[in-house]
């Protein structure tokens, strides 16, 4: 049994796989750093399960989903996030992937998703799947404003709309903290909004953030 592990943090990935190795040690765990090498290590040697982040530098984890399946219609994708919005949730299992469990999630839950899609069954942590049972039409998806986002803008989106500050988006996406407000900047025009406050309200309004999220916003 083969499980490929796709993550740009090497930290991360490595304590995964590790982890994955000591509860699975019938299952040989290999790792890719991003959707490139992730499609290249596919080519010759398939795995029965890839665990996908699913904010990838490059192609996203989103795309690479949907190129994997193109060609292994089969394969089943599970994603392994820091993200628990329900849209993007729902993008995830639209382009085809069998799971959806965040990094918060304990390694029980971790060893539950794997065992359950290697038995040919779907899996989305429970706390997900009850807020997806409740929201049969989440709004998120339906505002034209958000039809046009890339995965990463989206990501940023998210990350902004919480009040991440803006160092802590790059230091978790691997970007320059100058990227970071060019994204700002463009997810305002593009999102017509006018400031960081409206672009909370967008959020709300769309189900991206739930009302009561915690926020911090960072002054400057």
């Not at 890839?50 to 949907?66: C, K």
């Not at 949730?89 to 990094?103: C, E, N, P, S």
């Not at 991440?164 to 407000?181: F, H, M, N, W, Y």
């Amino acid at each position: 049994m083969k499980i490929l592990l796709v993550d740009d943090h090497a930290v991360v990935r490595q304590g995964y796989a590790s982890l994955l190795r000591a509860l699975l040690p019938e299952v040989r765990v290999s790792e890719a750093c991003d959707g490139e090498q992730a499609l290249e290590k596919t080519q010759n040697d398939i795995p029965n399960l890839v665990i996908m982040d699913i904010g990838l530098p490059g192609i996203s984890g989103l795309e690479t989903t949907r190129r994997l399946l193109r060609r292994l219609p089969q394969l089943p994708v599970l994603f392994f996030s820091m993200h628990d919005e329900l849209p993007l949730v729902r993008q995830a299992l639209d382009a085809g992937a069998a799971g959806y469990i965040t990094k918060s999630s304990s390694p029980q839950v971790l060893l539950e998703a794997v065992r359950r899609i290697l038995s040919g069954y779907a899996y989305i942590e429970q706390p997900l799947a009850t807020e997806l049972a409740r929201n049969p039409s989440h709004g998120g998806a339906q505002d034209p404003r958000l039809h046009g986002m890339t995965q990463r803008e989206f990501e940023i989106f998210v990350m902004l709309a919480k009040g991440t500050p803006a160092r802590q988006i790059a230091e978790q996406l691997c970007i320059s903290g100058k990227t970071v407000s060019n994204y700002l900047t463009l997810l305002k025009n593009k999102l017509q909004v006018s400031s960081q406050a409206e672009l909370v309200h967008l959020a709300i309004d769309t189900g991206v953030l739930r009302v009561g999220a915690k926020l911090a916003f960072e002054v400057s």
